[in-house]
T-cell receptor
Framework: GDSVTQMEGPVTLSEEAFLTINCTYTATGYPSLFWYVQYPGEGLQLLLKATKADDKGSNKGFEATYRKETTSFHLEKGSVQVSDSAVYFCALSSTGGFKTIFGAGTRLFVKA | GAGVSQSPSNKVTEKGKDVELRCDPISGHTALYWYRQRLGQGLEFLIYFQGNSAPDKSGLPSDRFSAERTGESVSTLTIQRTQQEDSAVYLC???????????FGSGTRLTVV
């Protein structure tokens, strides 16, 4: 069945460091890919998405490129801030599917 | 409403008791989803509603779990005879356009003691 695997956390970075959170997926067909973020005490929010191969999703300085050849959708940010501290979830929705499958989440701590 | 509202935010219950969790989706969102998040784990799909019907109930972990939705709005997730392994955060999400962008509620943290 479809699945999402993302790097285990926690990831601890200093402010202004470069961030990469790896995500790979297994799916039939051409899924849509998502990153969701959960800030402390809040619900999950959609951060960015990409619906076809080679698309780049971007939002709030974060970006991720849909790589079909490597079945990956790694999340990157050039310079993290303390306010980026949160749990990040990679997710996919299969072609014609109605539900989203989530990875286990990666907790990010950014130190001032 | 402005967002997805879930209640209660926290619930502690004794093993064997029944609990009811409520979700108020964003007005006009026809799709509604329930997920479960155990500590340190990813989100586990439970059930999906399109309007008032539930095309897929396969994610419900046992027959102790049931859910309904009335009036294309409020949904309730009921867990009967709760067990300790039911302890988790139960998340509700709604969507206007299917899986292409959910809005999640803040969840109900259920603790079974």
């Amino acid at each position: 069945g479809d699945s999402v695997t993302q790097m285990e956390g926690p990831v601890t970075l200093s402010e202004e460091a470069f961030l990469t959170i790896n995500c790979t997926y297994t799916a039939t067909g051409y899924p849509s890919l998502f990153w969701y973020v959960q800030y402390p005490g809040e619900g999950l929010q959609l951060l960015l998405k990409a619906t076809k191969a080679d698309d780049k999703g971007s939002n709030k300085g974060f970006e991720a490129t849909y790589r079909k050849e490597t079945t990956s959708f790694h999340l990157e940010k050039g310079s993290v801030q303390v306010s980026d501290s949160a749990v990040y979830f990679c997710a996919l929705s299969s072609t014609g599917g109605f539900k989203t499958i989530f990875g286990a989440g990666t907790r990010l701590f950014v130190k001032a | 409403g402005a967002g997805v509202s879930q209640s209660p935010s926290n619930k502690v219950t004794e093993k064997g008791k029944d609990v009811e969790l409520r979700c108020d989706p964003i007005s006009g969102h026809t799709a509604l989803y329930w997920y479960r998040q155990r500590l340190g784990q990813g989100l586990e799909f439970l059930i999906y509603f399109q309007g008032n019907s539930a095309p897929d109930k396969s994610g419900l972990p046992s027959d102790r779990f049931s859910a309904e939705r009335t009036g294309e709005s409020v949904s309730t997730l009921t867990i009967q005879r709760t067990q300790q392994e039911d302890s988790a955060v139960y998340l509700c999400a709604s969507s206007l356009d299917g899986p292409y962008g959910y809005t999640f509620g803040s969840g109900t943290r259920l603790t079974v003691v």
